[in-house]
């Protein structure tokens, strides 16, 4: 992904400790966007070395079925065109 970046921000555990659950917390940077995205998990489904790659598959998906989501959205290059074409603002010189 060249214009994006996902790193692990944070890894906690969640109060209360009874509950034994972790959140993985990443932050998603996107050329001018920069978010966190916490994943919470049940600490009895997964062992200490799996926590990571659990979350990371939990946004993996997040991300594939927001992208299905969102399919419907995308523009042609030339339905792009005739949008950037018909726009009413003064352009700057």
């Given at each position: 992904m060249a214009e994006g970046k996902v790193t692990i921000a944070r890894l906690e555990a969640t109060a209360p400790i009874e509950?034994?659950?972790?959140?993985?917390?990443?932050?998603i940077e996107y050329q001018q966007?920069?978010?966190q995205?916490?994943?919470?998990?049940d600490m009895?489904?997964?062992?200490?070395?799996?926590?990571?790659?659990a979350a990371r598959d939990i946004l993996h998906?997040?991300?594939?079925e927001l992208?299905?989501?969102?399919?419907?959205w995308?523009?042609?290059?030339?339905?792009?065109?005739?949008?950037?074409?018909g726009n009413l603002r003064p352009k700057l010189r």
């Amino acid at each position: 992904m060249a214009e994006g970046k996902v790193t692990i921000a944070r890894l906690e555990a969640t109060a209360p400790i009874e509950e034994r659950r972790v959140r993985v917390t990443f932050n998603i940077e996107y050329q001018q966007t920069s978010f966190q995205l916490p994943i919470t998990l049940d600490m009895n489904e997964f062992d200490d070395t799996e926590m990571i790659q659990a979350a990371r598959d939990i946004l993996h998906r997040m991300f594939v079925e927001l992208a299905d989501e969102s399919k419907r959205w995308e523009l042609t290059s030339q339905e792009r065109k005739i949008l950037s074409e018909g726009n009413l603002r003064p352009k700057l010189r």
